[in-house]
């Protein structure tokens, strides 16, 4: 396993922070998945698609952009009509994939190099989260395994809903310091963790 600099550097400060006298509204932290992809069908192959990721995965996902699945270990959801957002815990999900998805199905982009992937999760991480994105946050509008393809000014986000209120952000490497910049002065008003 190659060993990942995160591109947080010195903006990454653990412990607690902000205004804690109503508690810890929330948990922040930066995840490290081995694999970040993006699979994409040609017009009329997403449902070989869909099955191809599902082989590979083991998760079943519904047909189109915003369904999504997440367990422990992986997580995907549709960014775009046949395009979907896989992160696996393990390294090699591209070359995996890439088997099963062949030419005439579609292709596959490894994308763990260019992409960061964050957390948060708490009780007001759904307010946190509405402080940035004019997206429904409430599960009934974002159910757990759903994604949001989104952006805040000029830092695109990928936004998996990945636990009763908890959800991960996938956002390019070069806009992470900021954006967690932001999203811990966001964060201060409710009291935050960072670990």
């Not at 999900?93 to 199905?105: F, K, M, N």
């Not at 579609?106 to 994105?133: N, P, Q």
Request: aromatic residues 8%; neutral net charge.
């Amino acid at each position: 396993m190659v060993e990942v600099l995160s591109p947080l550097g010195p903006v990454w400060k653990p412990g607690i922070h902000g205004n804690t006298k109503a508690g810890i509204g929330v948990a922040l932290s930066e995840l490290q998945p081995g694999s970040i992809v993006e699979a994409a069908a040609w017009p009329g192959t997403a449902k070989k698609l869909i099955t191809a990721i599902k082989t590979v995965t083991g998760l079943a996902l519904p047909d189109g952009a915003g369904g999504g699945k997440a367990t422990d270990a992986k997580t995907a959801f549709g960014i775009a009509p046949g395009r979907f957002l896989i992160s696996d815990q393990n390294e090699g999900l591209a070359a995996s994939l890439s088997a099963a998805i062949t030419a005439e199905i579609g292709t596959v982009i490894d994308l763990s190099h260019g992409r960061t992937m964050l957390r948060i999760s708490g009780a007001k991480a759904e307010w946190v989260l509405a402080k940035f994105f004019a997206i429904d946050f409430a599960l009934q509008a974002f159910p757990l395994g759903a994604g949001r393809a989104t952006s805040h000014h000029d830092i695109f986000a990928q936004i998996q809903r990945t636990g009763q209120s908890q959800f991960d952000l996938t956002v390019f490497r070069s806009f992470a310091r900021s954006f967690w910049t932001e999203l811990c002065h966001a964060s201060e008003e409710v009291g935050y963790e960072v670990s």
